[in-house]
């Protein structure tokens, strides 16, 4: 595939990924516990009856990373880990009682934090708590978080045994130059290790995420890492854009503004990225996401049933999150919830044993829409208007003649075509897939409006 650069100075390289519609920023707190519970007796009654899939935060890291946006907590205090693993232990027990004899989990995602943190018996004792309270099919898709670092004196065969089968390992760049001022030293030899450990135990997939555009890297230095780990082979290769966000996550205020790559040298890493991954056999599944020829996410997208959602794509029917732990986000049908961010308040909701759920949103006839025709533009590259009209009462055109007019933009740049029944995104377009997303985000578009507005005031 030949990529232009002058796409990259024109919509640049974007970081919107839309796993969630509307983001976490618009949840409300008149959602609250009672409104999480309605929903899950819409489910319990038969209204809803799609598959489930669990998703659990672990909260805690050895050290903190100045690049995170994550909801983590810096702690080596194994008592107050045990602390958080009785009460994790009880909202897994209040969900369950909730959603007792519903339909089978297939899906299960360890997050964090540092998930591979945990001990294996605590690793073992959770799983062994979410299957005496869920109806969990084997074999699943269970995924973990890793940390190489963590990898070094453990088994990864150990963590095979206990249940997991999909590696997610975290790489960012081998230059100890940046390690230095994101504050993680991982060596390559680490990573590496890691990587081949999980091949070896079995694991059915191992996905490696890479990040560009951190402070002192550099076309080269990013160059090495990618390669090295091209060469490890593994199944999956996510590509992240660092989005430096200071004043809203509070690690990256550590990290100098001045040190971060300009937009030229980020977008030639990713230049570089996409050339490199297409010569060596990678597919472009979209979202900055690229996977073996052979592997599952390139076959369920050829055959139309690939699904996009709040941990990504996945090959299996989408499905209901249920979340469990500080911070996390999960969704019932039409429905985004989060639970309490603080440790306290989490706490304390359990104790009263209520689900310690802090807010939500109940999606809008419109919101539903819109994320429809995301997920059809993410997953399929092609939007065909009459599919939409199938499942919503809206005349597509019409419903959306302001962002079809503002696709001929896309268009003209050659991401798009656009005629009468249909969008379809090009080869090109894919890398842009955010961008072209955003032009049907309502809340992106009010909140421009109301900036604009108040500069002109």
Not at 273 to 280: D, H, K, R, S, T
Not at 354 to 367: C, K, Q, T, W, Y
Not at 423 to 434: D, K, Y
């Amino acid at each position: 595939m030949s990529v232009n650069s002058d796409l990259f100075r024109c919509f640049g390289v974007d970081s919107a990924d839309y796993r969630l519609y509307p983001a976490a920023d618009y949840f409300v707190e008149a959602f609250d516990a009672q409104t999480y519970l309605t929903w899950l007796g819409h489910r319990k009654s038969g209204h809803l009856r799609r598959p489930l899939s669990l998703y659990v935060h672990i909260p805690f890291c050895n050290s903190l990373c100045f690049f995170c946006h994550c909801n983590q907590i810096v702690s080596q205090d194994g008592t107050m880990i045990e602390n958080y693993l009785k009460y994790l232990s009880r909202e897994i027990k209040l969900q369950g009682q909730y959603l007792k004899n519903d339909p089978r989990v297939e899906q299960i995602y360890f997050g964090g934090g540092t998930p591979a943190l945990l001990e294996d018996s605590q690793l073992h004792d959770l799983m062994q708590e979410i299957r005496q309270h869920f109806n969990l099919i084997e074999p699943g898709e269970l995924s973990i978080e890793i940390d190489p670092r963590l990898m070094t004196d453990r088994s990864m065969q150990t963590l095979k045994e206990i249940g997991f089968n999909c590696a997610i390992i975290g790489v960012q760049d081998f230059d100890q130059s940046v390690q230095q001022l994101i504050h993680r030293i991982q060596t390559e030899d680490e990573t590496l290790h890691a990587i081949h450990g999980a091949r070896q135990a079995g694991f059915k997939t191992i996905r490696t995420e890479l990040i560009f555009g951190l402070p002192n890297q550099t076309v080269e230095k990013f160059g090495y890492t990618l390669g090295k780990i091209i060469a490890s082979s593994p199944d999956q290769i996510y590509l992240s854009n660092y989005n430096y966000l200071p004043e809203k996550y509070k690690p990256q205020r550590h990290i100098d503004q001045a040190n971060l790559p300009g937009s030229e040298t980020t977008q030639a890493m990713l230049l570089l990225a996409i050339n490199q991954l297409l010569q060596a056999g990678y597919v472009h599944i979209g979202m900055n996401h690229y996977a073996q020829k052979d592997g599952s996410l390139t076959l369920a997208q050829r055959q139309g049933r690939l699904h996009y959602g709040l941990q990504g794509y996945s090959t299996y029917p989408e499905s209901d999150h249920i979340a469990m732990g500080i911070s996390a986000i999960g969704s019932i049908g039409p429905a985004l919830s989060q639970n309490h961010c603080d440790l306290a308040q989490y706490y304390d909701s359990i104790e009263r044993h209520n689900l310690p759920v802090m807010r939500g949103i109940e999606l809008s006839a419109d919101d539903l829409v819109r994320r429809s025709v995301m997920q059809a533009l993410i997953c399929h590259s092609v939007l065909i208007f009459e599919s939409v009209e199938t499942f919503f009462p809206i005349e597509f055109k019409r419903y959306f003649a302001t962002e079809l007019k503002e696709l001929l933009f896309h268009q003209r740049a050659g991401l798009i075509t656009l005629d009468d029944e249909e969008v379809t995104v090009t080869p090109q377009g894919q890398l842009f897939i955010g961008s072209i997303c955003k032009v049907f985000d309502k809340y992106l578009r009010n909140h421009q409006q109301r900036r604009n507005h108040s500069i002109l005031i």
